[in-house]
């Protein structure tokens, strides 16, 4: 049982977070090709954000009245797990990257952020992620060989 709503969350967001990582890892083992995979991992990941936008996006109001009841320490642990999602799979892909891992972690970010807008505001939005995505991973990423 938890004491509070918050707790319940953390849980909540955790097991996500999991389920993100072995779901992502997955795609890419099974593909021939770890970019493919990788790309996989991103267009599934773009549709959770799409479904689930409360689940995957810190950077609103609603987590911010969360976070607030939160020791720091607490917030700062929960963020950072988000951003090691992103280092661990590139860690486990055998992808060799072409850029320092913060500036790749920085664009593959930018690129989800497509799944955050609007519906009503960006129509093509599914359209401009396969497009930064296809043109975005070859200059991020050079296949290993398996």
């Known amino acids: 049982m938890y004491e509070t709503k918050e707790q319940l969350f953390i849980e909540v967001l955790e097991r996500v977070q999991e389920k993100l990582l072995t779901t ?4 890419i083992q099974e593909e021939d090709s770890s970019l493919r995979g ?12 799409r479904q689930y936008p409360a689940l995957y996006n810190f950077n609103n109001s609603e987590y911010d009245l969360f976070f607030a009841k939160l020791p720091q ?14 280092s661990e799979v590139i860690h486990t892909s055998n992808l060799h990257l072409l850029l320092p891992e913060k500036e790749a972690i920085d ?7 497509l799944a955050t ?4 505001t960006l129509t093509a939005t599914e359209k401009s992620f396969e497009f930064l995505l296809d043109h975005s991973l070859p200059g991020i990423f050079k296949e290993e060989n398996r």
């Open 24 to 27: 992502w890892a997955d795609f």
């Open 38 to 49: 990788f790309k996989k991992g991103m267009q599934w990941l773009f549709k959770e954000y």
């Open 73 to 86: 320490e607490q917030v700062t642990q929960l963020k950072e797990k988000s951003l090691d999602i992103f």
């Open 107 to 113: 664009i593959i970010h930018t690129i989800l952020f």
């Open 117 to 120: 807008i609007d519906r009503d």
